[in-house]
């Protein structure tokens, strides 16, 4: 997962931003990243705005010139003890912490601050412009979708290939037809209403 190198404090600075807050089913997953200025990389953006193929291609990118990243997660069972908010703030904690360098700042997407013990500072729509965050947005998201077509063949019928566990229609439709599935979020109103 991280390009090893000795964990050491320094003037890094560490993008964080996660994938799946809002589906009915599966985890949230976290990246940090902390890139190198010296081997740029060109055309990161909000991973929402990028094709599957272009995500992929700069995910590969970012693995092989950031100084470091890594990833972090919170489970169902976690979302639906904490909160949804609660879990993605310990998954980006969890992304940080697991960075094989010491951040000196972290710049975190959104306007909710996880607990860390540097200074963290947010960037409303800062996976739009802020590279870092940018980075860790496409991480998160391909490490996510990839996961999501994994549950994909070990729970069919749900679909989650296509809709990666977003309420869509045929999600719905789905989960009144099969049932809610042992990764799908209990305290998420369409699943709750099933659950009845």
């Known amino acids: 997962m991280n390009i090893a190198k000795p964990s050491?404090?320094?003037n890094y600075i560490a993008g964080v931003d996660e994938a799946g807050r809002g589906p009915l089913a599966g985890p949230v997953i976290a990246?940090?990243?902390?890139?190198d200025g010296a081997k740029p990389i060109e055309g990161l953006?909000?991973?929402k705005v990028l094709s599957a193929g272009r995500r992929e291609v700069l995910a590969r990118?970012?693995?092989e010139r950031a100084l470091c990243w890594a990833l972090g997660r919170a489970e169902v069972e976690e979302i639906d003890r904490l909160n949804i908010l609660q879990a993605s703030l310990l998954a980006m904690k969890r992304a940080v912490e697991a960075l094989s360098l010491t951040p000196e700042?972290?710049?975190v997407d959104g306007n909710q601050v996880p607990e860390l013990g540097c200074t963290v500072k947010t960037?409303?729509?800062?996976?739009a412009t802020v590279p870092a965050i940018s980075a860790a947005s496409i991480l998160a998201k391909v490490a996510r979708d990839a996961e999501m077509d994994e549950l994909d063949r070990r729970f069919p019928g749900y679909g989650f290939s296509r809709h990666k566990g977003y309420p869509t229609p045929a999600h719905l439709l789905s989960l009144e037809t099969l049932g809610v599935s042992s990764i799908h979020r209990r305290s998420f109103a369409p699943v709750?209403?099933?659950l009845g």
Request: net charge positive; no cysteine; glycine share 8%.
């Open 61 to 63: 990118l970012i693995r």
């Open 31 to 35: 990246a940090a990243v902390i890139l």
């Open 192 to 194: 709750r209403r099933l």
């Open 45 to 47: 953006a909000d991973s």
């Open 123 to 127: 960037v409303v729509r800062g996976d």
């Open 8 to 10: 050491m404090r320094g």
């Open 105 to 107: 700042l972290v710049l």
